[in-house]
């Protein structure tokens, strides 16, 4: 690396603060020094890179398309910088593991197992997110979010918790004798989606399903599978989680996703796991198989 052609790193992150925040008065708060301080270390950085990165055209400072790409880059550098030095001097123990995940998951599968997770370490303090809501991971927020898809999400690390296709289901008194893959007749019949865009509703909008004949009831997420089984309506979800109404024959699958590769993804950050992290991490993994 030339470190010599870098610019300096205190106007590095006098850009970064100012990035973040949005102005030069928050800017200088976050690093303990003064709006003008701020304002003159942007100065020296457009300077040194010969590069127009602010817009000052108006009446408040902007991003140029250019500053939006530095930015993004040295968010990245910065959280990473923060993760190695937090974990050397455990300062990134402190504060709750924060995890996001969709309402169906969390209701489906989290919570029936994590009593198990809690018993084997009682010190670690959990905050859960659920939502369906694809959740920005950086330092200081979520520190671990469970997606559905094929892990291909760009600047994570996404390990596969386990693999499951989507399928339709309903409840038998509903469906009544409407074959597997009939999808004139499925369009007929009422839906049930969760509220928000999920990982089901998703899949359905990508299928050739996703237009109906019939209102959709939405509903939160843990009240889903219960008003499919009582016959409110067919409804998309994650196979594993209705294996045991399929099974019992509650529900009747109609249709199901042909592609394979897709399932739970454990979703991180680049980089130094902290130690409550590690630790949940390496339950999930045990935990995955085993459900």
Known sequence: MDWRSLPPLSALRAFSAFAEN???????????????AISQQLRVLESHMDVALLDRTGRALRLTAQGALLAQALKGGFSQISDGVGALTGSRNAGPLHMSMTPTFAASWLMPRLSGFRAAY????????????????????????????????EGVDATLLWESPMVVVGAPVLVGEISYGDTNAMSQLPWIEEMGSSEASNWRKRSALAQSGTATLNLPGNLLLDAARNGLGIAVAVRRFVQGDIDAGRLQVLNEDPSRGTGYYIVTRTGVMRP???AFVSWLKREGPLA
């Open 22 to 36: 949005g102005n030069v008065v928050d800017a200088g708060d976050a690093l303990g020094v003064s709006h003008a």
């Open 276 to 278: 409550p992290l590690k």
């Open 122 to 153: 009682p010190e670690i303090d959990l905050m859960i997110d659920p939502t369906v809501k694809v959740v920005t991971l950086e330092t200081g927020g979520i520190d671990v979010a469970i997606r559905y898809g094929k892990g291909s999400w």
